[in-house]
């Protein structure tokens, strides 16, 4: 499952790389949960909000919308850059457990008085739970970023970069019955 951009997300056959499905439903997969894939989606009009639609993994049809997450009103929930808005997910019993973060910069020009610049950085985070069988979104114990990542599942590769600021992950991961890597 793939992002395009911050408008869709696809499912692309990996044996050869033929598309299974597009979606404009949601934005940005996170988990497969049994046969649905847990994506974020925008809330029309507010790009403070995300929602987590659950799309069918064999069709990509929407399942069940959650209610919307409002973050802080400088937060941009569709942003492509994860250094600007990351979002990630686990299973926990029957619920989608959801953590964010969101930083935000100064991107002018010359260095700013430090008021200005005090002003233009932001951070905030947050944690929502999203129950899977009616999509009720309520705020959870915030967790420490990355907590969801286990720090030895993911090896890098030992390819060189395309930009200084490319990392590969290169171990494979499980989800359901099936084996995927880079």
């Not at 850059?81 to 991107?107: D, G, I, K, M, N």
């Not at 990355?146 to 060189?160: K, M, V």
């Amino acid at each position: 499952f793939f992002a395009v951009g911050t408008a869709a997300v696809e499912a692309i056959d990996l044996a050869d790389g033929s598309l299974l499905w597009h979606t404009a439903a949601a934005i940005r997969p996170l988990l497969v949960v049994r046969h649905l894939l847990a994506a974020q989606a925008p809330v029309p009009g507010r790009r403070n909000a995300l929602r987590i639609v659950l799309l069918d993994v064999r069709n990509g049809e929407p399942v069940l919308r959650s209610e919307p997450v409002l973050l802080p009103e400088w937060v941009d929930a569709c942003a492509r850059a994860p250094e600007t808005f990351l979002c990630r997910a686990r299973l926990e019993a029957q619920a989608l457990v959801v953590a964010w973060e969101a930083h935000a910069r100064y991107s002018g020009g010359a260095a700013p008085p430090r008021e200005v610049l005090r002003q233009a950085n932001r951070e905030a985070a947050g944690t929502v739970r999203i129950d899977l069988d009616t999509g009720r979104a309520e705020a959870a114990a915030p967790e420490s970023p990355g907590a969801s990542l286990s720090a030895g599942t993911l090896r890098e590769s030992d390819a060189p970069p395309s930009s200084p600021d490319v990392v590969w992950q290169t171990e494979p991961w499980q989800t359901g019955d099936r084996l995927a890597a880079l």
